[in-house]
């Protein structure tokens, strides 16, 4: 848990700096950070309600699949990640 709440503290700051850059006043930081953070949550809670579903289809129909298909997904999250990454460190 505590690994846990230091990452989300790090990231935390990390979409701080970021709302800061757009010139927020600082009395709206907290609110403008809860309700990013907020839509952020919302945002991935979204894509778990949709996959976990065709998930469970898969591994009833086809369980053989289900490695597969997981680890293709795991593969595709890894690349958009690292594409991410690269991008917001070379951006600048």
């Not at 086809?62 to 293709?72: D, G, K, Q, S």
């Not at 997904?73 to 991008?87: D, H, Q, R």
Request: hydrophobic share 60%; charged share 10%; aromatic share 14%.
């Amino acid at each position: 848990a505590g690994i846990a709440f230091f990452f989300g503290f790090v990231h935390g700051f990390g979409f701080a700096s970021v709302l800061r850059e757009f010139g927020l006043p600082s009395n709206a930081l907290a609110a403008s950070l809860f309700a990013f953070n907020a839509g952020v949550e919302l945002g991935q809670a979204t894509i778990v309600l949709a996959v976990a579903p065709l998930l469970a289809l898969i591994r009833a129909k086809e369980p053989r699949l289900t490695r597969p298909v997981i680890a293709v997904g795991s593969v595709l999250v890894i690349l958009a990640g690292s594409f991410w990454f690269v991008e917001r460190v070379f951006a600048r």
